[in-house]
DNA sequence: GCTTGACTTCAAGTTAACTTGAACTTGTAT
DNA sequence: ATACAAGTTCAAGTTAACTTGAAGTCAAGC
């Protein structure tokens, strides 16, 4: 496929694609006279960057989960990332609840509602125990 | 509290304690001379402001969050919030479960793998369903 | 009362993740 | 065969969220 027809398939515009590719989160397979060629599994690829992104990696880190075959790496690095992802979801879930109780609480403000306050502290408490770097 | 007592208070720097007052997302109440006082409850606010960084909100969503007096306005919004927190929980749902499952599965390629490629594309398609702007 | 370390302002620098612009090339439709 | 929409490179620009540096101010301990 060519490049646009990647962008309309990924909904990424070209000028990230060719970022990405540059980045080597991506490859193309090649050229037809100057222009790109893509293999349609790089659809995959993008949906996963896409998805990592979204979950809060970075293209750096979703790069290191890439070995140079396509391959994801590294089982104990995946699962470090798991584990961060648990952290996180948590951690959402914390400040969920927090925002659907402030949106149903009486007080004034917000800062003076115990039970907001307690979501608070508990979900910074927890976000800092496993060593705050 | 000086600015040190909340940065170390924090874990924030004070550069960004003065970034974040110039930002209107927490407030000094007076001056020792030219040095900034913090009420103690700034504090709260910056825990609030920290895990929704953290949940991945910016500086100014988290900003529109306070009104004047500091009280988390609007509950439509905070429910808008909610809701968004709730969709991004799942997709961090579907990218842990991906991350387990492409650690312990047995294909060389995970992009190979059906199950990894299942989760992804539900997830991509989880993430667009709503009206992808 | 003087030193000094912690504060202050303001401007400029930094990183991530792209986007945009200029200048150029080429596949494809006519 | 030619026009041109769409591709290419490379450099520079953009935004968010800070950080750093320069230059000055001041509260507190000696």
Redo the contacts between chains.
Sequence with gaps: MDIAEVAKAS?LPSSTLRFYEEKGLIRSVGRKGMRRLFNS?VL??L??I???R???FSLDEMGEMFTA????IN?TL??E??EE??K??K??????D???H???CQA????ECPKF?RL??V??KN??RPS?K
């Design positions: 909904g599994d995959d690829r949906a996963l896409s998805l990592g979204h979950a809060g075959e396509g391959t994801a089982r995946l699962l990332k798991a992802l648990d996180k979801i951690e959402l879930s914390t400040m969920r927090g925002l659907r402030a949106a149903a004034a403000n917000h800062f306050l608070l502290r979900a910074g976000r800092l705050d």
